[in-house]
């Protein structure tokens, strides 16, 4: 993969953007994570991190249609691009690498 690998917040709203298909948005973005790490991140830094990752290309987006409430807005749909999944990818072998011939108990 060309270029550093993700943060830790990169590697989580990639992943969770990827879990979510055709419904990564911001909203649903920051409830995926909040379900699956117990982190409350404000809805500002999920953006932030949304649009950062889209201008290094790991992510793409586009605008869903208007939703059917009156006065109803698009989304920003976010999607993974195929250097993001390497990029999650390479961050996870750097992870095991590190991991692997760790004792299975630290005495302290």
């Known amino acids: 993969m060309a270029g550093p690998t993700p943060s830790d917040l990169e590697q989580h709203v990639l992943l969770a953007a990827w879990r979510l298909g055709n419904e990564a948005y911001g909203g649903s973005v920051r409830d995926e994570?909040?379900?699956?790490?117990?982190?409350d991140?404000?809805?500002?830094?999920?953006?932030?991190?949304?649009?950062r990752l889209e201008k290094k290309g790991l992510l793409r987006s586009r605008l869903s249609d208007p939703t059917p409430v009156r006065g109803g807005k698009a989304k920003r749909i976010?999607?993974?691009t195929a250097t993001g999944?390497?990029?999650?990818?390479?961050a996870r072998?750097?992870?095991?690498?590190?991991?692997?011939g760790l004792p299975q108990a630290v005495e302290g």
């Not at 994570?33 to 982190?39: D, F, I």
Request: aromatic fraction near 8%; glycine fraction near 8%.
């Open 33 to 39: 994570l909040e379900a699956k790490t117990g982190r």
């Open 85 to 90: 999944v390497a990029g999650v990818q390479a």
């Open 78 to 80: 976010f999607e993974i």
């Open 41 to 51: 991140l404000a809805q500002g830094a999920i953006y932030v991190t949304l649009i």
């Open 93 to 100: 072998q750097a992870l095991d690498r590190l991991w692997d």
